[in-house]
C-alpha cells in the first residue's frame, strides 16, 4: 500500500503538510488550521515533495523552518483525480476517510483553494 505522512510545518507561521506517497514522489498540500475530524479546513497544493520527507524531521533546507511528524501509515485510494482526492488513512492516530477537493478556477489542480476534510464528507 502506498504511504503517508502529516507533518506540523513550522515557517512564517504554522501549517500541517498532507504528503500522499504516489509512485516516486509525495503529492502534497499545506492545511492551514489544525486538523479536526468533520471540519472543512482551507488547504494549499504544494509542489510534490521527495519520499525522503516520510520518514524526516527536523530544520528543512534553505532555513524554510522546521517539520515535525504527527501521524504516518499507510492509505488505499479511493478517489485520486487532478481536482479530488479521497482516501482511506491507515495511521496510528489518523484512521478513515480523509478527501481534498479544489474549490475556485485555476488552469491547474495547483492553482486555487483547496478543501481538506477528515472524516465524514458529504
Not at 47 to 62: K, Q, T
Amino acid at each position: 500500500m502506498p504511504r503517508f505522512v502529516v507533518l506540523e510545518h513550522r515557517w512564517d507561521g504554522e501549517h500541517w503538510d498532507v504528503m500522499l506517497e504516489d509512485g516516486e514522489k509525495l503529492r502534497t498540500w499545506a492545511v492551514d488550521a489544525p486538523i479536526a475530524t468533520g471540519v472543512d479546513l482551507p488547504a494549499r497544493a504544494l509542489p510534490d515533495h521527495r519520499l525522503a520527507y516520510l520518514d524526516y524531521e527536523g530544520p528543512v533546507s534553505g532555513g524554510r523552518g522546521t517539520v515535525r511528524r504527527l501521524d504516518r501509515g499507510d492509505y488505499e485510494a479511493l478517489d485520486w483525480g487532478p481536482d479530488r482526492v479521497r482516501v482511506r488513512l491507515l495511521g496510528a492516530q489518523l484512521v478513515g476517510t480523509a478527501e481534498l477537493w479544489k474549490v475556485g478556477g485555476g488552469a491547474s489542480a495547483s492553482s486555487g483553494g483547496w478543501v481538506f476534510r477528515l472524516g465524514n464528507v458529504d
